[in-house]
């Protein structure tokens, strides 16, 4: 949800010394968000009327928009499976991402007197300074919160990237894992589904074999047919390397006649010397 994410890197550089910098940080967050809200909204618009889906209005909704992200990416590939229903894991895995990062920052809230005041009748030892007995559970609770934030935030991670890499395949195959790391990592999806929304849908599949394919006739147009490397006649015998020397194709004058002997005045087999002949 890019809200959170606004939220804490906000909360990160600009500090919430106190409620009044606090508020100012998720009024700013709040509307970073909505302006998200509204570019997905037309992408998804825009691609689901290029294919005749209904629902898009889905798309202008909070969580709403990555279930309907999952309908106009269809089945994922989860670790080499078919993964049916995408956009609905990860959208109960945004919902639980956000109630738990709610529930943090309400205990952050509640247990930070830079936030609330207490009397003096309050205070206790250990613990947070200044904060009721009545409320310090809330320490324990907030330590367990952090703790569920961190392992779901790796749950959402996992099916986001399953439901964008997916969704990327259809409307960009030329660098889907590039915009997957956009929409998932950073809190740019709705940039990302806006830029790709008048792009035509393919079957990645298809795409990877047509890009091989056209690789395979680069390569047969360089350098003849790979099956036949070495020879740029293509198919037939191949040329002699050493055609040029004595005992080759080319030097004993045919194209496949038998290669010359080069010791044949020694082979025992020659004809002696008649009597009266000047023997060498």
Known sequence: MEFIDFFNWLLMFFGG?????????????????????????????????????????????????????????????????????????????????????????MTMICLSPYYVEYGPEDIVQGGYEGVPEALQWMQTGQWVFQV??????????????????????????????????????????????????????????????????????????MYGDPRNYGNPTGGGRREDPFGDFPGGTAGNGSAGGAPEDPFSEFSSSAKPPEDGEKKD
């Open 17 to 105: 010394e106190n409620l009044t910098a606090f508020l100012i940080v998720v009024c700013t967050a709040f509307g970073a968000y909505i302006i998200c809200l509204i570019f997905g909204g037309i992408g998804m618009r825009e691609m689901a009327k290029r294919r005749g889906m209904k629902g898009s209005w889905l798309g202008f909704l909070p969580f709403a928009n990555t279930y309907y992200a999952g309908k106009l990416a269809g089945d994922g590939n989860f670790f080499g499976q078919k993964l049916k229903r995408a956009g609905l894991y990860a959208m109960l895995s945004e919902i639980v991402y956000a109630v738990l990062n709610g529930l943090l920052v």
């Open 148 to 221: 569920l934030v961190m392992l779901f935030t790796l749950v959402m991670i996992v099916f986001m990237a399953v439901l964008y890499l997916s969704l990327f395949r259809k409307y960009y195959a030329r660098g889907p894992a590039m915009l997957t790391f956009c929409s998932v990592v950073l809190p740019f999806r709705a940039f990302t589904v806006f830029a790709v929304r008048n792009n035509v849908p393919v079957d990645y599949a298809d795409y990877v074999r047509r890009q091989q394919e056209e690789i395979y006739r680069r390569t047969q147009g």
